[in-house]
T-cell receptor, first 110, second 115 residues
Framework: DAKTTQPNSMESNEEEPVHLPCNHS???????IHWYRQLPSQGPEYVIH???SNVNNRMASLAIAEDRKSSTLILHRATLRDAAVYYC???????????FGKGTRLHILP | ETGVTQTPRHLVMGMTNKKSLKCEQH?????MYWYKQSAKKPLELMFV???????ENNSVPSRFSPECPNSSHLFLHLHTLQPEDSALYLC??????????????FGAGTRLSVL
């Protein structure tokens, strides 16, 4: 499985933007980039996904490098409720499964 | 509310007990998954079912036995577990690989303690 590399933890101030990086230098042409997050005491929840172009939805934006070897999840205005573990995952479009790594634990400071 | 319901939320069992975890999805999805999340470890994929057929068994010990009677229900039967099996067990569902994105929706999990 293609792997991703994320920082173990990050901190950000409330109401400021947050940029969560992810490196995936071995990404293949059939891999989508997915982001999930897991809030305390909950199961993971989907955040956003993309293939080549930048993507926006109500939760976040996903910026994908032109060579697709890295991506950045952007939370435009962090709140305390955004404190969670954020997982960057590569999913082969032909495959049902996704493989979770350790993710980035995001701390939001009031 | 994600549309995926897991019961029970908490379970304590002895090593000689037999118990079952239940997962139900109300999303019309075709694929269902069991994951294990131990303390300070990444989520581990255990089993994948697609249209009720098992398509993935990630080298899970036989003391864990999955059952998928239909696309809406998934069970995990447990017997003669070990204390190291104590973990959060998560169920998820998705439309399947053929769906764009194939987004997985997770339940809240069952917190299992094996004494």
């Amino acid at each position: 499985d293609a792997k991703t590399t994320q920082p173990n933890s990050m901190e950000s101030n409330e109401e400021e933007p947050v940029h969560l990086p992810c490196n995936h230098s071995t990404i293949s042409g059939t891999d989508y980039i997915h982001w999930y997050r897991q809030l305390p005491s909950q199961g993971p929840e989907y955040v956003i996904h993309g293939l080549t172009s930048n993507v926006n939805n109500r939760m976040a934006s996903l910026a994908i490098a032109e060579d697709r070897k890295s991506s950045t999840l952007i939370l435009h205005r962090a709140t305390l409720r955004d404190a969670a573990v954020y997982y960057c995952i590569l999913r082969d479009y032909r495959d049902d499964k996704i493989i979770f790594g350790k993710g980035t634990r995001l701390h939001i400071l009031p | 509310e994600t549309g995926v319901t897991q019961t029970p939320r908490h379970l304590v069992m002895g090593m000689t007990n037999k118990k079952s975890l239940k997962c139900e999805q109300h999303l019309g999805h075709n694929a269902m998954y069991w994951y294990k999340q131990s303390a300070k470890k990444p989520l581990e994929l255990m089993f994948v079912y697609n249209f009720k057929e098992q398509t993935e068994n990630n080298s899970v010990p036989s003391r864990f036995s999955p059952e998928c009677p239909n696309s809406s229900h998934l069970f995990l039967h447990l017997h003669t577990l070990q204390p190291e099996d104590s973990a959060l067990y998560l169920c998820a569902s998705s439309q399947g690989a053929q769906a764009e994105g194939n987004i997985q929706y997770f339940g809240a999990g069952t917190r299992l303690s094996v004494l």
